[in-house]
């Protein structure tokens, strides 16, 4: 167990602040150039797409936090509203949106159905940004915390960095694998930076200066098997932040709530991961994505390297965002 | 001005039901091959990102429908709060969630953001999915109606298509340039079959099979100068479902509210484009895409083919998704 | 266990359907007359009010269905905003909520706090329209249950029932005294027809035409000692809609998820007690309610009936309405 | 106009903190004894009801501030889905909702309809709690305004204020009828001590402490002729507040968005009779409770004093609440 003087030595010698400007909101994504894209796109051999997003809606794994439940999606009109609507919806004064639809059905044979999704910004395969997490009263680069209210984060935004794409090479290192666990890595020792090495190392890859590198616990495997979202499970020891700072990685992903190891390895410090990646090194995280089969894939290819492209939404002011993260071999 | 009649006769013509089976709930999705996906990642030559989602709050173009709003973005916990949290959280014996917050904050330096969006799925840059149009109680490849229902699609979902990526080739056809009209093609002719062939043979394209194709009419352009979000613009005429029929189009976009002309080409019949293509055809519409950079980038270098990537969110049973489609040169 | 068959004869004998007109929407509230609302008044001797009304918050006992969550409750504007604001709020194109707020701040020292709520209409406590429940495609007085479509309940929605206040005689019968169990009936017999009569009885009053019925079984303060909103305990036996009937009962409440006892006494037949009473007889349920405090007044002068005024808010087509119920004695 | 210095000088005037405790957070509803609830009480003569709420939904006021939109009520279940979710709902892997409701629908033959609201606790008819509304970093009573984080207000919510009923005589002073306008005050001369004054007098009724006093302008009439919510029409003067403190009274509300005129009388500060009121007497501001027919049977039988019965939801934290107030003649 670290203190949090041995936390504090290790948020300075990461922290990126003023490495790319005052004014930088983007952080680690400044590692990826046109030449970064252009050589993740050349990985494209076979044109095998992998969708690493998960499903929105009632089947999420949301029910930890009180502000975070599951995607709620409702239908404002749907495929048995048709039929009577036309009877209804003229006559009552009381409800225009009846009126409004009634009348394009009165005027021929379209019919439709709409939605509305209300959803927190991290309940299923998502990006933090980088306003997500902060300490000292500081966001990345040195913004003002207070720069965050109501009304959304004036810096830090997730809207700050969908000009990246966010698109380049991703690297798969599987833990599963090299732990020889199987489906999962269960709660218990966290991933150590020497695992990271090792992972590489056995599949043959070497992580690279803007890769987005994306790390396979098990988790979502575990979780569609058993339908405990609640269920921990090993995650990045935080001492993986330096691990990222030194090879210039553009981003990191998962498949599990948080990237890193639920319990923390810092004495009285809870996610001192997410401080150091996200507040200091402006680095962003990605949880909840599915890496089943994109794992199968490169075990069964040996290739561990493909082209990523994980767009954000660009919500205004948005601390995190959801998104289908999309790979390519 | 079309009858109902020869609208039927088209509908008969450019109906793709059964073409990929019983089951099929792809659609034109289908002519993506692991080719097409190659051969776009392979037009990556710059490596320059352009993407297409607009900005999801509270500066969108809602309004004219009452069934749609623009995304309500809601921060949960902001950056104002943490100062006070720990004085008052932990007395609020009726706020679970304020108790929550606050014994994080009890704990160490970690002070966190958090967000919830409330939006129509097409509130913003987005993909109708084949659910969301119909007529005669049936949708694509005659699936009913009545499948969907307050639950969600059962059929012809959003969810139904992310394993496509959706990834292939893009191709821009610049009506505003075209037209030579600057920025913004007003409302008054359709834009015509001919038109599309006539974009294609001017920019040096050839539209294939596969295809994304998307057309730039210049409204999102005028939308931000103007702020009016109710303003029609010029949109492809009906008989343009005919044209994508026949190059075997995988899907197609536009900067607007509908991609179609907003007044109909055919008699006492509302968005007759949106049936034939999204029932009929199985083919999906993309809406309020900027394409303004792009098309900038586009007369510049006179190259208007990219990889392009446009993954929805999997929502369980939507009937449209927001997306961020990230076009690469 | 009663069969199907005996719940259809006691659905045909308690059937309100014609009783008040071919267009009534009201159903037994019909039964509370002026005569009733004056002398309800008059039964406020020493002026002491009893809110009825539960928290409306993350403290609340949804959890069991995945229809239902506890009110989501979310500032828009919040005291942490006030003085930094100024400072963002105006420079944020993309943002013109932040901009309008900021124009307030600039203009003076007024500050202020927004909120949304998001709830479920059935999340606390709450009145079910006679449009909640129904059978055989009929809501109460024969309307077709296809009239309550995506856009409400055209039909008997919650907004038809305001103009009765709701205000009347309210009668406690407190079954916990009755039972002698103390704070809490759990499940086990449901509370029959005979224990409602003994109530009155034991109680020294009589259940009379229009009389808003409350019926304590104690759920609620077992909730608030254990926070488990997902305990059963027992509720009225599907008998006692006969009961409610014969007594011409304008509509009865409780301190529990459904009134109704957990366990169906009709073979095969879920919820039979809200079939009869919202679907047949037209009479409103309201769950919920918080009668502690006022049964300990009760037991303590003796005198278990009180002026009772439960308004629901007027939702378009709700199909139930959240309230503050409050009895003045 | 008047100055700053005069607006602050009235401040201190009025202000009522600590006036009934340091730890008070009901401000003016203090007058209301349990004298005044039993004698409100006996003034119900003729057992006639008056709802005072509006409908909630898609027909209401808002559109002129982006932080409040018109209530959003939208169907989770519908009277459309019965007969076909028994066929799809079963199979639905990623939908449990689906699955859920349609294992109920498997036994036996109840069906029901479900909802949601989502909602401005200001968007309609409603409360402004005193948490509202500050000036000088103060909530009422001196409480201080970071006391109001994301989570809502520790201090001065709505939810501390139902103890009250809030129940107590209604004065109705009809400023249509004073001014001979008929139907509707617009907007120029603001409302003065003097015309409430007036009004009482006129109308044969005195103000008394603990009163609830509510101003007729007729804005609401007008919008239901006119529809637009955004017309503005007189309110009260700020001065006004100094009435309402002279009188006692518990608290005041309108048929308008915001009870005091729009058109500030004090240079340089907006709402400067909400700031009064609010935050400096403790006393509640009630809008658009609809007092068109209340009005006219007042002016009917000359009677112009009734029981009122305005009871917020009591929501964690609220900073308002919608609410449907019931007068009783």
């Known amino acids: 167990m670290a203190s949090m003087t041995e936390f504090r030595r290790v948020a300075d010698d990461v922290r990126n602040w003023g490495r790319w400007g005052d004014d930088d909101e983007l952080g680690t994504l400044n590692f990826i150039t046109a030449e970064n894209v252009q050589q993740a796109a050349s990985l494209v051999k076979r044109g095998k797409v992998f969708p690493l997003g998960v499903d929105f809606g009632s089947s999420g794994p949301q029910g930890a936090f009180k502000f975070r439940h599951n995607p709620l999606h409702v239908m404002t009109i749907d495929g048995g509203d048709a039929n009577t609507l036309a009877e209804f919806g003229p006559k009552w004064l009381q409800n225009p949106l009846a009126r409004e639809v009634s009348s394009y059905y009165e005027n021929g044979p379209m ?4 939605d509305i999704i209300i959803m927190p910004l991290q ?38 960095v ?18 020889g666990v199987g489906t999962f890595c269960e709660l218990g020792d966290p991933i150590t930076p020497n695992e990271l090495d090792e992972a590489a190392r056995t599949q043959g890859v070497i992580v690279a200066r803007g890769d987005v590198v994306l790390v396979r616990t098990g988790w979502w495997a575990r979780f569609l098997e058993t339908g405990d979202g609640g269920e921990p499970g090993a995650g990045l020891d935080w001492r993986c932040a330096s691990w990222l700072h030194d090879h210039e990685v553009a981003a990191v992903a998962s498949d599990n709530l948080m990237v890193e190891n639920p319990v923390s390895g810092v004495d009285g410090v809870l996610l001192p991961m997410h401080m150091l990646c996200l507040r200091d090194m402006g680095l962003m995280l990605g949880e909840y994505w599915d890496l089943t089969a994109l794992a199968a894939d490169c075990a069964a290819d040996r290739v561990y390297e493909f082209q990523l492209i994980a767009p954000p939404l660009r919500v205004t002011g948005g601390v995190g965002s959801p998104l289908n993260p999309i790979a390519i071999k």
Chains 1, 2, 3, 4 share one sequence.
């Not at 019919?111 to 709409?114: A, E, I, L, T």
């Not at 500081?138 to 997730?158: E, R």
């Open 111 to 114: 019919r439709f159905n709409d």
């Open 123 to 160: 309940a299923a395969t998502q990006w933090d940004a980088l306003s997500h997490v902060y300490y000292d009263d500081q966001l990345y680069n040195g913004f003002p915390a207070s720069s965050v209210t109501s009304l959304g984060a004036f810096h830090c935004g997730i809207d700050k």
């Open 162 to 179: 969908d000009c990246k794409g966010i698109a380049s090479r991703g690297v798969l290192l599987d833990i599963c694998a090299l732990r």
